[in-house]
């Protein structure tokens, strides 16, 4: 039976529902405002709204998926739960010592990361795990009391929320832990209680305990604001269970979500990387960068013959923006993109050394940029973009807003006073620092993925997407760029192209021979029996399950390991010689440009990824329509760099383009939740699913 299904993303700025009838294969969308200090609220109102915009009641839809930014938000602001660390006795300074080495050698004065749980709230256990699991000292329940006679005597035990706890090899052997996790379930209960061997089985002591604790810094108010949402939902109608997007582009259940937070920390930002696939595959496009502009932030990442690149680990709130190891460490799997502050609430400045800056910081949704009227009265992109004439300060959000430009004027005159510019060329100024941002990042991320820009197109979308897609295109020499249809709102269907899927990771670290392989049979079967309960809670049956194994191998005696995916349903199916070491030295050569053949391997982690089915999303085609006489709205003076000024530009609505219809540049489409500008250089075609496909001239 076809039914409704609806996925809805909380970014900093907006709010955006994406509702799709399996029926007819209709998409209806909404965007709004982000309610910051109540996130519910704007949830509330988009549900309604788009539920009866489309004509449904909320007793139709049969499911939700929903994404958000909170959990990062959360951790970027240091605004978690009061969170405790329970560590091996002699430990507990490992979020201190971190990895014995500044994340920038030639800057002496570099602020070090500041961990999330302070030195007095951190305890020791009595206990000791040899690297192999092996017990040297019992776990001491003594030394449990201590911890809340402590807590007792310092007269904080009700107001710590959440305790992590991260014992010395526990990734080899979680008996301690779980003893540690059942006596604080008794004598603590009212804390909520993450263990490392359940969060980031995995070596290395830093990494697993920085996640154990951004797990349990994050869980009480993910929990709290989880079940607000179901409040909510179940206010509007929907009586079903709420899923939740991964970082890594699976889909869990709410349950899951409440123990394993820290892996819905790129939710929103992996929904928009899988809308681009869905795309891509829609167009024959295999290979392109998904560009994801919004308020806030903008996401760039590339897609290769169909797939984003993952990665098992990243940071969180860098002290500088693009040094590794200023920031939290997490270990957990998340679709490899790249994220800066570069949006449409991103607030230009003029720095110490009398130099435009633009972001990272942004007036989000609240104040919001100085044309929303809310009183925000710092200049951001959005003012720039009203004031060269790309945006309608009375077609915003479809006309639900009304952009305030005497206020974005206002806000600019005063950075083109200091700068000693016009306004308008303060406002270009602005436009040309923050493409200049998403294209140098653009270009850094596409080649260190061995990837040519010129060869690719870019999917833009969001809400700002579309505006600056084409300036960043030109410069990267690439092809062109495609403006799919309700731009605005792309990543929410990202969300329903997901499928239910969760990745499982224990450390095993072993030189590889042909006995070994027999051996990781058995470790693989236990994950796969994860796998299998876990899908099973989500109501994915036997015959729709999917388990793909990976492997992080290495050379013999090598610090650091390469994921490697094993084509197999187990390894000992698999010759050593005439499969897993030419897998792993094809990966090895693709990465680093040579392989050592002459070596041995080792494994050091086994993964395996458990999915059910991709949901079908079939979009309707476009009927041959009225043409871009019929759909000219008007004109307006818009600025290009290519001129160099002001050209008296046409105004398309998006909506009277029927497919087939060809529009040259310069040119600005316009549709509800979002602009397309196209230069002098582009020219734009309407395919058969509504798209905007634009593309460039030599």
Known sequence: MA????????????????????????????????????????????????????????????????????????????????????????????LDTQREMRYDIYDLHAPQVEHLVPRPLRFEARERLDAFGGVIEELSLDSLDDVARRLERAEVTDSVESIAVCFLHAFTNPEHEQKAGAWLSEHLPHLRVSLSHEVAPEIREYERMSTTVCNAYVQPLAATYLRQLGDVLREVGFEREMFLMLSSGGVSTLETAVKFPIRLVESGPAAGALAAVFYGELLDLPNLVSFDMGGTTAKMCLIKDGQPAMSDHFEIARVHRFKRGSGLPVRVPAIELIEIGAGGGSVARVDELGLLKVGPDSAGADPGPACYGLGGDAPTVTDADLLLGYLDPGFFLGGRMILDQAAAESAMAGLAERMGLTMTETAHGIFRVVNENMISATRVHVAERGADPRSLRLMAFGGAGPVHA?????????????????????????????????????????????????????????????????????????????????????????????????????????????????????????????????????????????????????????????????????????????????????????????????????????????????????????????????????
Not at 610 to 619: I, K, N, Y
Request: charged residues 25%; proline residues 5%; glycine residues 10%.
């Open 3 to 94: 039914g409704l299904r609806i996925g809805f993303d909380i970014g900093g700025t907006f709010t955006d529902l994406v509702l799709y009838d399996e029926a007819s294969g209709r998409i209806h969308s909404h965007k709004l405002a982000t309610t910051v200090r109540n996130p519910e609220v704007a949830v509330r109102t988009g549900w309604r709204t788009l539920l009866a915009e489309a004509g449904f009641l909320g007793s139709q839809v049969s499911n939700a998926i929903h994404g958000t930014t909170l959990i990062t938000n959360c951790l970027v602001e240091r605004k978690g739960a009061a969170t405790l660390l329970l560590a091996t006795q002699g430990f507990s300074d490992v």
């Open 470 to 698: 084409y300036e960043i295109a030109r410069a990267l020499k690439m092809q062109g760029f495609v403006c799919p249809a309700s731009a605005g709102v792309t990543s929410a269907l990202g969300f329903l192209t997901a499928p239910p899927a969760f990745e499982f990771a224990r450390t095993h670290m072993e030189r590889l021979d042909a006995p070994s392989l027999i051996e990781l049979d058995g470790i693989y079967a236990g994950l796969e029996a994860e796998g299998r309960r876990v899908l099973k809670s989500a109501g994915i049956e036997d015959d729709d399950m999917t388990f793909t194994l990976k492997a992080d191998l290495r050379h013999v005696g090598q610090g650091h390991e390469i994921s490697v995916a094993l084509p197999c349903t187990k390894p000992s199916d698999m010759s050593l010689d005439g499969d897993l070491r030419p897998y792993f030295f094809a990966r090895y050569e693709e990465i680093y440009g040579h392989a050592h053949t002459h070596l041995d391997l080792e494994i050091t982690t086994c993964r395996l990824n458990a999915s059910g089915p991709r949901p079908r999303v079939e979009l309707p085609e476009f009927e041959t329509g009225s043409g871009p006489d019929q759909a000219l709205k008007d004109s307006r003076p818009a600025y290009f760099t290519e001129v160099e000024g002001f050209v008296d530009t046409p105004i398309y609505d998006r909506y009277l383009l029927g497919r087939g219809s060809t529009v040259h540049g310069p040119a600005i489409v316009e549709e509800r939740e979002s602009t397309a500008v196209i230069g002098p250089r582009g020219s734009a075609e309407i395919d058969r699913y509504g798209n905007l496909v634009v593309t460039l001239e030599e």
